[in-house]
């Protein structure tokens, strides 16, 4: 399992994250796939052994405590939940560690499920620790918040979110204590009326509203490279996975739907890359490549850089993503480059409709 760690790993903003555990979400739940049987039980061991036998689990806490990789810091934070009121020391320290690496942030479960822990330890804790929980939070600022990128075309984006994890945070802190604190008071109210419709939620599960979700754990996107796409392109090339013990865990159309979020918020030539291996694949579901192009056309990127793309997609079979194929050729009809390939489909569809 420790080579596995390093394994096909990436490393965003200072994190590693391994293609092979990274992509599991931990839980309670009787089933547990073969895959990922020996990560869960560990974790489960964990989190009993945190339970009844403390010296044994505070030798595991301590020797990984610093660890910057992805599935251990979820191992910890997976043992230590249920337990809070006997590790508030602990989570201090893990607090403390995930601020040095910048994790305090609103982006990924990982963080999320630190403020969980920290929102259920936080009565158990003396004044001292209230007090280093209290200051991070009033003095926090993270300038990933205010984010600008270039695409490939030179087109500058804008993405303003200054405060959110400031404001989730906030949240998480007893009532009486914010009441009793003037300034974070004043500033929880001026963030929720700025993010009055952001949810603080897990975005690996949307059990809590009752959504299916994307299959692949939230964040892993973010660090993937175009062969990890066509990985799972190639796993979930059906819906059938949201079947299993976990129904909401999607499949093809929720991966497929992840990946065009995912080109409109991040257009690039990787991006085309692996749109035109799906096309040009016999066994990979022609939806990505559709659901890919569509979040192009939503991203504000060149337009004209997908046409090829396109007119290719009008070649396959794609009988049943007909609206998101119409409304594609809408978008490219009107480019510099005209194509009649685009004309034709587009007046074979108005004609089938008129009849």
């Known amino acids: 399992m420790r080579n596995d760690l390093y394994k096909d790993s990436g490393t965003q903003n200072g994190l590693i994250r391994d293609w092979t555990y990274s992509r599991i979400e931990l839980h309670n739940n009787d089933h547990i796939g073969a895959q990922e049987f020996l990560y869960q039980m560990l974790a489960r061991c964990l989190k009993a052994t945190a339970s009844t036998h403390i010296d044994d689990f505070l030798e595991f806490f301590h020797r990984l405590k610093s660890s910057n990789h992805d599935t251990i810091l979820r191992l910890l934070t997976f043992s230590l939940n249920g337990n809070e009121d006997k590790f508030t020391n602990e989570i201090i320290e893990l607090f403390n560690h995930f601020k040095h690496l910048g994790l305090l942030t609103y982006r990924d479960d990982l963080e999320y499920e630190l403020r969980s822990l920290v929102e259920k330890s936080f009565p158990h804790m003396n004044a001292e620790q209230q007090n280093i929980i209290l200051n991070t939070i009033r003095s926090y600022r993270d300038k990933k918040e205010l984010r600008f990128w270039t695409t490939d075309e030179g087109k500058t984006i804008l993405r303003f979110e200054w405060g959110l994890s400031k404001y989730y945070w906030l949240q998480r802190m007893p009532i009486d204590i914010i009441q009793s604190n003037p300034d974070l008071k004043m500033s929880l109210m001026e963030l929720?009326?700025?993010?009055?419709?952001?949810?603080?939620?897990?975005?690996?599960?949307?059990?809590?509203?009752?959504?299916?979700?994307?299959?692949?754990?939230?964040?892993?996107?973010?660090f993937m490279k175009k062969k990890h796409w066509l990985m799972s392109f190639r796993k979930y090339d059906?819906?059938?996975?949201?079947?299993?013990?976990?129904?909401?865990?999607?499949?093809?159309?929720?991966?497929?739907?992840?990946?065009?979020?995912?080109?409109?918020?991040?257009?690039?030539?990787?991006?085309?890359?692996?749109?035109?291996?799906?096309?040009?694949?016999?066994?990979?579901?022609?939806?990505?490549?559709?659901?890919?192009?569509?979040?192009?056309?939503?991203?504000?990127?060149?337009?004209?850089?997908?046409?090829?793309?396109?007119?290719?997609?009008?070649?396959?079979?794609?009988?049943?993503?007909?609206?998101?194929?119409?409304?594609?050729?809408?978008?490219?009809?009107?480019?510099?480059?005209?194509s009649l390939k685009v004309i034709n489909y587009l007046v074979k569809t108005s004609l089938r409709f008129k009849k």
């Open 192 to 222: 929720r009326r700025k993010f009055s419709k952001h949810k603080d939620i897990p975005k690996r599960r949307s059990v809590i509203s009752g959504a299916v979700h994307s299959p692949i754990p939230s964040g892993a996107q973010n």
């Open 238 to 338: 059906t819906d059938e996975d949201r079947w299993g013990m976990d129904f909401l865990k999607g499949g093809r159309s929720e991966l497929a739907s992840e990946f065009g979020n995912i080109v409109k918020q991040y257009p690039s030539t990787e991006k085309l890359e692996i749109i035109k291996a799906v096309i040009e694949s016999d066994n990979l579901p022609i939806e990505y490549a559709i659901s890919g192009l569509y979040g192009w056309t939503q991203s504000g990127a060149d337009l004209n850089l997908i046409l090829p793309l396109f007119e290719n997609v009008l070649e396959k079979d794609f009988s049943n993503q007909e609206v998101y194929i119409t409304s594609l050729a809408g978008s490219l009809v009107n480019q510099d480059k005209t």
